[in-house]
């Protein structure tokens, strides 16, 4: 149907929200990892911005997750649809996605904190966050919205990944006291898609790199 490369390095939490959706919709995709320290010429000349993802289709280079996500929404509107069909509904889903993209930059700025102090106050801030998620979850689960599996629960399972690699290092008490985070954790980190996102060596990749 569609002629799609997937790039990126092989820890970036974005680039699975895109994989997510692929692979969701059963489309066939090639995926391409780079070093982001010694870029390659071709993908300098590829991404304006020099940032992954990158999906290019055919000849044409396609970036930001966002847009993305919303490109491969459109292509494929009918192949399980991974947005509400409400306004509302949809509207809010997104919102949502935009505040998981903005955790990851805050679990970038936690586990790179350089003090213990900063350390504390960002851990105690991403808590906070963990928790403005639990008011918004369903409570019936086993996802986002309930039953069905969308977008917005594409772009929380890369958190959560990170989270099991940090569960590796120590107990920072994110999600203390938040059953229905954790039960919503369990229940992406068992779908096939998700499982399937990453490369097979990525936690141990990313140990290493917080080493």
Same mark, same amino acid.
């Given at each position: 149907?569609?002629?799609?490369?997937?790039?990126?390095?092989?820890?970036?939490?974005?680039?699975?929200? !895109?994989?997510?959706?692929?692979?969701? #919709?059963?489309?066939?995709? #090639?995926?391409?990892? /780079?070093?982001? !320290?010694?870029?390659?010429?071709? &993908?300098?000349?590829?991404?304006?911005?020099?940032?992954?993802?990158?999906?290019?289709?055919?000849?044409? !280079?396609?970036?930001?997750?966002?847009? /993305?996500?919303?490109?491969?929404? @459109?292509?494929?509107?009918?192949?399980?649809?991974?947005?509400?069909?409400?306004?509302?509904?949809?509207?809010?889903?997104?919102?949502?996605?935009?505040?998981?993209?903005?955790?990851?930059?805050? /679990?970038? %700025?936690?586990?790179?904190?350089?003090?213990?102090?900063?350390? @504390?106050?960002?851990?105690?801030?991403?808590?906070?966050?963990?928790?403005?998620?639990?008011?918004?979850?369903?409570?019936? %689960?086993?996802?986002?919205? %309930? @039953? =069905?599996?969308?977008?917005?629960?594409?772009?929380?399972?890369?958190?959560?990944?990170?989270? @099991?690699? &940090?569960?590796?290092?120590?107990?920072?008490?994110?999600?203390?006291?938040?059953? %229905?985070?954790?039960?919503?954790?369990?229940?992406?980190?068992? =779908?096939?898609?998700?499982?399937?996102?990453?490369?097979?060596?990525?936690?141990?990749?990313?140990?290493?790199?917080?080493?």
């Amino acid at each position: 149907m569609h002629d799609f490369e997937l790039i990126s390095n092989i820890l970036c939490p974005y680039t699975q929200r !895109a994989a997510i959706q692929l692979a969701e #919709k059963g489309l066939g995709v #090639k995926r391409t990892y /780079i070093d982001l !320290a010694h870029k390659p010429d071709w &993908f300098v000349q590829l991404s304006p911005l020099g940032k992954v993802p990158v999906l290019r289709v055919g000849d044409t !280079a396609v970036f930001e997750t966002a847009i /993305i996500c919303e490109y491969i929404e @459109e292509v494929a509107r009918d192949r399980t649809p991974m947005w509400p069909a409400d306004p509302l509904d949809r509207a809010r889903h997104r919102a949502w996605a935009e505040f998981a993209s903005a955790l990851i930059a805050d /679990i970038f %700025g936690f586990y790179m904190a350089p003090d213990e102090e900063t350390f @504390e106050r960002r851990r105690s801030g991403l808590a906070a966050r963990f928790a403005r998620l639990e008011r918004q979850l369903p409570g019936t %689960g086993p996802y986002f919205d %309930g @039953e =069905r599996f969308g977008l917005v629960d594409a772009a929380f399972a890369p958190i959560f990944r990170l989270l @099991e690699t &940090f569960d590796q290092v120590a107990d920072f008490g994110l999600l203390d006291g938040l059953p %229905g985070t954790v039960a919503y954790r369990r229940s992406l980190a068992a =779908r096939q898609s998700v499982r399937d996102a990453v490369a097979p060596d990525y936690g141990s990749v990313f140990l290493r790199y917080l080493s």
